[in-house]
């Protein structure tokens, strides 16, 4: 009696295993945040890139944060020590597609997509939502750590048949956890907290290869323990982001 009641369970066990489907993969969607500590409506937008990353609570999605702290508000009463010239260039880029009025902070940019106010948490949400739904590619990242040198290394697959334009590889290095107690400027008096702050970016061609490889010099006041390396691979024309993927420096 015992064997038998053994039989059956082992064949509903196996019947259920048939029928179980694999948990796909988070899509990585890139959050950009345009932003600087000048601005007195920036660090509502700042919480709401700290919260997406933190939490990671939009369903089938992995958000990867960048905080993209702008130049062009340094001379207006306080330089943001985390200001970069490059997040300054990457925007006006994004003007292309977006148009030239479309240059303010804070902007919450989704995956190269959509563009809307920073601070606007639901409809973040909603747009990184949307962007999952897009094919992207596979990108597996590894880092390595050498002194003052990051080396990190990607391996590219399945990149989706309707890309139709030429992709860029880009390479950021993002640092979380800073502070910074503002004394001069629209946030005056204030002590400001970052996340994903972008420290540097490096970008190449992408052709045919499947692998990339960046290695860029580290600043020794860096936290390597608060800090992250990130891959995208971007449209030429459209700015789309076709894959992205993050990983802690090791």
């Not at 007195?40 to 939490?55: E, I, Y």
Request: charged share 25%.
């Amino acid at each position: 009696m015992k064997s038998g009641m053994r039989v059956v369970l082992l064949v509903a066990v196996v019947g259920l295993a048939a029928f179980a489907q694999p948990v796909p993969a988070p899509v990585p969607i890139v959050v950009e945040l345009f932003t600087s500590e000048g601005c007195s409506s920036c660090p509502p937008a700042d919480v709401v890139l700290s919260k997406l990353a933190k939490d990671q609570s939009i369903p089938g999605v992995q958000v990867i944060p960048l905080g993209m702290h702008v130049t062009y508000w340094d001379e207006l009463g306080w330089k943001d020590p985390a200001s970069l010239a490059q997040a300054t260039e990457r925007q006006q880029d994004y003007s292309r597609v977006f148009g030239a009025d479309r240059v303010y902070t804070p902007q919450a940019i989704v995956d190269g997509r959509e563009e809307l106010v920073g601070s606007a948490d639901a409809g973040v949400r909603q747009a990184v939502a949307k962007a999952s739904r897009q094919p992207h590619a596979r990108i597996a990242l590894r880092t390595s750590v050498d002194g003052a040198s990051l080396k990190a290394e990607a391996t590219v697959t399945d990149v989706p048949p309707d890309v139709k334009e030429k992709l860029h590889a880009w390479m950021f290095v993002t640092e979380d956890g800073l502070s910074s107690v503002v004394k001069r400027g629209e946030n005056g008096g204030r002590t400001l907290h970052h996340d994903a702050v972008v420290r540097l970016a490096a970008g190449a061609s992408f052709t045919a290869e499947k692998i990339l490889s960046f290695r860029v010099d580290l600043r020794p006041d860096w936290r390597r323990e608060q800090m992250h390396a990130v891959m995208v691979l971007q449209g030429d024309s459209s700015r789309r982001i076709w894959g992205a993927a993050i990983a802690a420096l090791r």
